[in-house]
Nanobody
């Protein structure tokens, strides 16, 4: 069974950091581009960042550029999202998703085939 599981969410103060993990089971992430998305209450799901499988190319939404870093460890079958300088507007449920391609994939939910269940990130004092 193909499965993605996110972890690492929680409550953090503004300016703080969190590292999210996305672990795959039932398949290897070597052949998949991975994206991180988030959804705040009452808002549409938005793309945050993505990473290719071919050469580790990355892309970031303007709202997180310079603060978030995506990385992957194929040996651990895991992708990470390091989030620094967190702001209250980063509060959302964060999801990872996989697209069956070696290359970067646009941050559109419909381009991704497999999704995790999400992990809550709350930035508040």
């Amino acid at each position: 069974q193909l499965q993605l599981v996110e972890s690492g969410g929680g409550l953090v103060q503004p300016g703080g950091s969190l590292r999210l993990s996305c672990a795959a089971s039932g398949f290897t992430l070597d052949y998949y581009a991975i994206g991180w998305f988030r959804q705040a209450p009452g808002k549409e799901r938005e793309g945050v960042s993505c990473i290719s499988s071919s050469d580790g190319s990355t892309y970031y939404a303007d709202s997180v550029k310079g603060r978030f870093t995506i990385s992957r460890d194929n040996a651990k079958n895991t992708v990470y999202l390091q989030m620094n300088s967190l702001k209250p507007e980063d509060t959302a449920v964060y999801y990872c998703a996989a697209a069956p391609t070696y290359y970067l994939v646009v941050l559109t939910p419909s381009a991704y085939d497999y999704w995790g269940q999400g992990t809550q990130v709350t930035v508040s004092s």
